[in-house]
T-cell receptor, first 113, second 112 residues
Framework: EPEVTQTPSHQVTQMGQEVILRCVPI?????FYWYRQILGQKVEFLVS????????KSEIFDDQFSVERPDGSNFTLKIRSTKLEDSAMYFC???????????FGPGTRLTVT | SQQGEEDPQALSIQEGENATMNCSYK?????LQWYRQNSGRGLVHLIL?????REKHSGRLRVTLDTSKKSSSLLITASRAADTASYFC????????????FGKGTLLTVNP
Protein backbone atom coordinates (compact mmCIF):
# COMPACT_ATOMS: atom_id res chain seq x y z
CA GLU A 1 0.00 0.00 0.00
CA PRO A 2 1.41 3.41 -0.94
CA GLU A 3 2.57 5.53 1.95
CA VAL A 4 4.10 8.89 2.72
CA THR A 5 7.74 8.62 3.74
CA GLN A 6 9.88 11.13 5.62
CA THR A 7 13.59 11.46 6.27
CA PRO A 8 15.36 11.70 8.58
CA SER A 9 13.35 10.17 11.40
CA HIS A 10 15.29 12.23 13.93
CA GLN A 11 17.37 15.37 13.38
CA VAL A 12 19.42 17.08 16.03
CA THR A 13 20.73 20.53 15.21
CA GLN A 14 22.18 23.54 16.94
CA MET A 15 20.29 26.79 17.24
CA GLY A 16 20.84 29.00 14.23
CA GLN A 17 21.56 26.14 11.86
CA GLU A 18 19.56 25.37 8.73
CA VAL A 19 17.67 22.12 8.45
CA ILE A 20 15.87 20.48 5.56
CA LEU A 21 13.20 17.93 6.26
CA ARG A 22 12.32 15.66 3.38
CA CYS A 23 9.11 13.97 2.38
CA VAL A 24 8.03 11.75 -0.46
CA PRO A 25 4.24 12.01 -0.77
CA ILE A 26 2.07 9.32 -2.30
CA UNK A 27 2.80 9.42 -6.02
CA UNK A 28 -0.53 10.47 -7.55
CA UNK A 29 -1.45 12.93 -4.82
CA UNK A 30 -1.94 16.58 -5.64
CA UNK A 31 -2.22 18.34 -2.27
CA PHE A 32 0.71 18.50 0.12
CA TYR A 33 0.98 19.71 3.69
CA TRP A 34 3.36 20.19 6.56
CA TYR A 35 2.21 20.07 10.17
CA ARG A 36 4.08 20.09 13.43
CA GLN A 37 3.41 18.77 16.90
CA ILE A 38 5.27 20.15 19.87
CA LEU A 39 5.64 17.50 22.55
CA GLY A 40 2.41 17.08 24.47
CA GLN A 41 0.47 19.51 22.30
CA LYS A 42 -1.95 19.24 19.41
CA VAL A 43 -0.96 18.90 15.77
CA GLU A 44 -0.72 22.32 14.10
CA PHE A 45 -0.98 23.22 10.43
CA LEU A 46 2.07 24.94 8.91
CA VAL A 47 1.58 25.15 5.15
CA SER A 48 -0.34 23.70 2.23
CA UNK A 49 1.01 23.31 -1.30
CA UNK A 50 -0.96 22.74 -4.48
CA UNK A 51 -0.21 23.21 -8.15
CA UNK A 52 3.43 23.98 -7.41
CA UNK A 53 2.78 26.84 -5.08
CA UNK A 54 1.89 27.59 -1.50
CA UNK A 55 -1.88 27.74 -1.17
CA UNK A 56 -2.03 28.66 2.49
CA LYS A 57 0.32 29.16 5.41
CA SER A 58 -0.19 29.62 9.10
CA GLU A 59 1.19 32.31 11.39
CA ILE A 60 3.86 29.85 12.46
CA PHE A 61 5.19 29.65 8.89
CA ASP A 62 7.23 32.84 8.93
CA ASP A 63 10.15 33.93 6.74
CA GLN A 64 12.39 31.31 8.35
CA PHE A 65 10.36 28.55 6.72
CA SER A 66 10.15 27.57 3.07
CA VAL A 67 8.87 24.62 1.08
CA GLU A 68 9.85 23.17 -2.25
CA ARG A 69 8.80 20.41 -4.54
CA PRO A 70 12.01 20.26 -6.53
CA ASP A 71 11.56 17.22 -8.71
CA GLY A 72 7.93 16.15 -8.80
CA SER A 73 8.34 13.54 -6.09
CA ASN A 74 10.08 15.11 -3.11
CA PHE A 75 8.52 17.76 -0.91
CA THR A 76 10.87 19.58 1.46
CA LEU A 77 10.52 21.89 4.42
CA LYS A 78 13.47 24.15 5.14
CA ILE A 79 14.03 26.07 8.34
CA ARG A 80 16.74 28.64 7.69
CA SER A 81 17.85 29.48 11.21
CA THR A 82 16.45 27.12 13.79
CA LYS A 83 15.29 28.24 17.22
CA LEU A 84 14.84 26.24 20.38
CA GLU A 85 11.07 26.54 19.99
CA ASP A 86 11.25 24.81 16.60
CA SER A 87 11.84 21.54 18.42
CA ALA A 88 8.86 19.38 17.50
CA MET A 89 7.69 16.46 15.42
CA TYR A 90 7.15 17.56 11.83
CA PHE A 91 4.65 15.66 9.74
CA CYS A 92 4.24 15.70 5.99
CA UNK A 93 0.84 14.78 4.55
CA UNK A 94 -0.67 14.39 1.13
CA UNK A 95 -4.02 13.81 -0.47
CA UNK A 96 -5.29 13.09 -3.95
CA UNK A 97 -8.45 15.17 -4.05
CA UNK A 98 -9.68 18.11 -2.06
CA UNK A 99 -12.37 16.06 -0.42
CA UNK A 100 -10.39 12.94 0.33
CA UNK A 101 -8.40 11.41 3.11
CA UNK A 102 -5.18 13.08 4.13
CA UNK A 103 -2.35 10.61 4.71
CA PHE A 104 0.52 11.38 7.03
CA GLY A 105 4.14 10.32 7.06
CA PRO A 106 5.79 8.91 10.17
CA GLY A 107 7.26 12.27 11.08
CA THR A 108 10.68 13.78 11.66
CA ARG A 109 11.56 14.58 15.25
CA LEU A 110 13.56 17.82 15.22
CA THR A 111 15.58 18.64 18.30
CA VAL A 112 17.20 22.06 18.44
CA THR A 113 19.89 22.46 21.11
CA SER B 1 -11.65 29.54 13.59
CA GLN B 2 -12.84 25.97 13.71
CA GLN B 3 -11.41 23.72 16.34
CA GLY B 4 -11.84 20.08 17.18
CA GLU B 5 -11.98 19.26 20.83
CA GLU B 6 -12.12 15.71 22.05
CA ASP B 7 -13.46 14.39 25.28
CA PRO B 8 -12.63 12.73 27.46
CA GLN B 9 -8.98 13.75 27.58
CA ALA B 10 -8.13 10.31 28.92
CA LEU B 11 -10.01 7.04 29.01
CA SER B 12 -8.98 3.80 30.67
CA ILE B 13 -10.91 0.59 30.01
CA GLN B 14 -10.51 -3.17 30.17
CA GLU B 15 -9.84 -5.30 27.14
CA GLY B 16 -13.09 -6.37 25.51
CA GLU B 17 -14.98 -3.25 26.55
CA ASN B 18 -16.15 -0.58 24.15
CA ALA B 19 -14.51 2.83 24.05
CA THR B 20 -16.34 5.98 23.02
CA MET B 21 -14.60 9.24 22.28
CA ASN B 22 -16.29 12.49 21.35
CA CYS B 23 -15.23 15.46 19.29
CA SER B 24 -16.79 18.89 18.93
CA TYR B 25 -15.99 21.62 16.45
CA LYS B 26 -17.05 25.20 15.91
CA UNK B 27 -17.66 25.94 12.24
CA UNK B 28 -19.11 24.23 9.19
CA UNK B 29 -16.96 21.45 7.84
CA UNK B 30 -16.34 19.51 4.66
CA UNK B 31 -15.02 16.32 6.24
CA LEU B 32 -14.15 15.03 9.67
CA GLN B 33 -11.37 12.49 10.03
CA TRP B 34 -10.19 10.40 12.94
CA TYR B 35 -6.54 9.51 13.46
CA ARG B 36 -4.63 7.30 15.88
CA GLN B 37 -1.19 8.09 17.23
CA ASN B 38 0.90 5.68 19.22
CA SER B 39 3.22 7.39 21.65
CA GLY B 40 5.74 9.52 19.78
CA ARG B 41 4.86 7.99 16.46
CA GLY B 42 3.07 9.03 13.27
CA LEU B 43 -0.60 9.67 12.63
CA VAL B 44 -2.54 6.74 11.24
CA HIS B 45 -5.70 7.56 9.33
CA LEU B 46 -8.68 5.63 10.67
CA ILE B 47 -11.81 6.89 9.00
CA LEU B 48 -13.26 9.87 7.15
CA UNK B 49 -16.87 10.97 7.39
CA UNK B 50 -18.26 13.61 5.06
CA UNK B 51 -20.53 16.41 6.20
CA UNK B 52 -23.52 14.83 4.44
CA UNK B 53 -23.01 11.48 6.17
CA ARG B 54 -24.34 10.57 9.59
CA GLU B 55 -22.65 7.26 10.35
CA LYS B 56 -19.81 5.18 9.02
CA HIS B 57 -18.33 1.82 9.95
CA SER B 58 -14.92 0.30 9.41
CA GLY B 59 -14.19 -2.98 11.13
CA ARG B 60 -14.48 -2.39 14.88
CA LEU B 61 -14.82 1.36 14.37
CA ARG B 62 -18.06 3.26 14.21
CA VAL B 63 -18.13 7.00 13.63
CA THR B 64 -21.14 9.25 13.87
CA LEU B 65 -21.49 12.86 12.83
CA ASP B 66 -24.13 15.33 13.98
CA THR B 67 -23.66 18.54 12.05
CA SER B 68 -26.49 20.27 13.91
CA LYS B 69 -24.57 19.81 17.16
CA LYS B 70 -21.17 20.12 15.47
CA SER B 71 -20.02 16.91 17.07
CA SER B 72 -18.74 13.46 16.20
CA SER B 73 -18.11 10.28 18.12
CA LEU B 74 -15.72 7.39 17.60
CA LEU B 75 -16.70 4.03 19.02
CA ILE B 76 -14.18 1.21 19.20
CA THR B 77 -15.88 -2.07 19.97
CA ALA B 78 -14.32 -5.06 21.69
CA SER B 79 -11.16 -3.11 22.48
CA ARG B 80 -7.72 -4.73 22.55
CA ALA B 81 -4.54 -3.77 24.34
CA ALA B 82 -3.12 -2.83 20.93
CA ASP B 83 -5.77 -0.10 20.65
CA THR B 84 -3.91 1.84 23.36
CA ALA B 85 -3.04 5.16 21.69
CA SER B 86 -4.10 8.78 21.39
CA TYR B 87 -7.06 9.42 19.13
CA PHE B 88 -7.58 12.73 17.34
CA CYS B 89 -10.36 14.18 15.31
CA UNK B 90 -9.49 16.61 12.55
CA UNK B 91 -11.77 18.78 10.47
CA UNK B 92 -11.39 20.56 7.18
CA UNK B 93 -13.50 22.91 5.09
CA UNK B 94 -13.35 23.90 1.45
CA UNK B 95 -12.24 27.49 1.96
CA UNK B 96 -9.13 26.42 3.84
CA UNK B 97 -7.38 24.41 1.11
CA UNK B 98 -8.51 21.41 3.11
CA UNK B 99 -5.95 21.94 5.85
CA UNK B 100 -6.78 19.92 8.93
CA UNK B 101 -7.53 21.42 12.32
CA PHE B 102 -6.85 18.92 15.07
CA GLY B 103 -8.24 18.54 18.53
CA LYS B 104 -6.14 17.84 21.59
CA GLY B 105 -6.92 14.15 21.48
CA THR B 106 -8.12 11.43 23.78
CA LEU B 107 -5.54 9.14 25.35
CA LEU B 108 -7.06 5.66 25.39
CA THR B 109 -5.54 3.00 27.60
CA VAL B 110 -6.82 -0.55 27.19
CA ASN B 111 -5.76 -2.73 30.09
CA PRO B 112 -5.23 -6.44 29.39
Amino acid sequence: EPEVTQTPSHQVTQMGQEVILRCVPISNHLYFYWYRQILGQKVEFLVSFYNNEISEKSEIFDDQFSVERPDGSNFTLKIRSTKLEDSAMYFCASKWTGGGEQYFGPGTRLTVT
Amino acid sequence: SQQGEEDPQALSIQEGENATMNCSYKTSINNLQWYRQNSGRGLVHLILIRSNEREKHSGRLRVTLDTSKKSSSLLITASRAADTASYFCATDFRGSNYKLTFGKGTLLTVNP
